[in-house]
């Protein structure tokens, strides 16, 4: 399930739609393990101004790493 109402932060967001989004990380993490294989990730997500956040809608980060 791809969450579909706009919430500016992940404080903003439910538990549920948070719970969604978790679930397409793990899914995303799936196919890119299959694929690429790589040695590590970062999961990240900017909240605010202050914290990176440069468009006002939460989004996420899920960044393979290598060696």
């Not at 978790?22 to 690429?36: N, S």
């Not at 590590?40 to 809608?57: A, C, D, K, L």
Request: charge should be negative; charged fraction near 20%.
């Amino acid at each position: 399930m791809v969450p579909k109402q706009h919430v500016e932060t992940y404080f903003d967001a439910s538990n549920e739609q948070i719970a969604a989004i978790h679930d397409l990380i793990k899914q995303g993490k799936q196919l890119i393990d299959e694929q690429f294989a790589p040695d590590g990730y970062n999961i990240g997500v900017n909240v605010g101004e202050y914290g990176g956040q440069t468009i006002s809608h939460l989004h996420f980060h899920l960044i393979p790493r290598y060696k």
